[in-house]
């Protein structure tokens, strides 16, 4: 069983950055792809960005290639989405996704446990 719990959502302006956190407990982090994706009121849950298991691959949707960045810390069982130049349509719940695939995985059926999510909010 993983857990994994996200941090550092909140209030910024557009054009303002945030950096999301996400700490992971059980199973084997460093074998395993892990994703953000967010959910925006009345929307359905899209995928954001990917990581292979080892750091080295990467994959982002077409909406925030470009402004946000996916990178991991496996000795400390931690992945982060650095968001920047965030724009009022970025507003949304954020989740933290763990697969038991080791490649890029972009779509959400291919995550086998999920955080509780962290709230972004941008402003215009």
């Known amino acids: 069983q993983v857990q994994l719990v996200e941090s550092g959502g909140g209030l910024v302006k557009a054009g303002g950055a945030l950096s999301l956190s996400c700490v992971a407990s059980?199973?084997?982090?460093?074998?395993?792809?892990m994703g953000w994706f967010r959910q925006a009121p009345g929307k359905e849950r899209e995928f954001v960005a990917t990581?292979?298991?080892?750091?080295?691959?990467?994959f982002y949707a077409d909406s925030v290639k470009g402004r946000f960045t996916i990178f991991r810390d496996n000795a400390k069982n931690m992945v982060f989405l650095q968001m920047n130049s965030l724009k009022p349509e970025d507003t949304a719940v954020y989740y933290c996704?763990?697969?038991?695939?080791?490649?890029?995985?972009?779509?959400?059926?291919?995550?086998?446990?999920w955080g509780q999510g962290t709230q972004v909010t941008v402003s215009s």
């Open positions: 996704a763990s697969s038991g695939f080791a490649g890029l995985r972009s779509i959400a059926r291919n995550y086998d446990y």
């Open positions: 990581i292979d298991y080892s750091g080295g691959r990467t």
């Open positions: 059980g199973g084997t982090f460093s074998r395993s792809a």
